[in-house]
């Protein structure tokens, strides 16, 4: 069977909802306004922990977005 360009068109097997946006740019402030703290943290225990800890600890924010970023993906595939 061939799809037109009509249901190619209505296919939404990839959108993203309104709700998950919102979610989205709501968290993704709260990381910016609580980072500066967050990181001030993480270095005055970077002091004490093994180099290793110390870059863990240092990928905890970013890892976070991306792990956000993937959960967006995934609710956009579900619905």
Not at 14 to 33: E, K
């Amino acid at each position: 069977m061939q799809d037109t360009l009509l249901d190619r068109l209505s296919d939404t097997r990839g959108r993203v909802q309104y709700v998950d946006i919102v979610l989205a740019f709501a968290t993704l402030i709260s990381f910016i306004a609580v980072a500066p703290w967050v990181y001030t943290a993480i270095q005055m225990g970077a002091r004490v922990v093994d180099p290793l800890s110390a870059t863990l600890l240092q990928l905890i924010l970013p890892l976070f977005v991306i792990a956000m970023i993937i959960s967006l993906g995934i609710s956009a595939r579900t619905n």
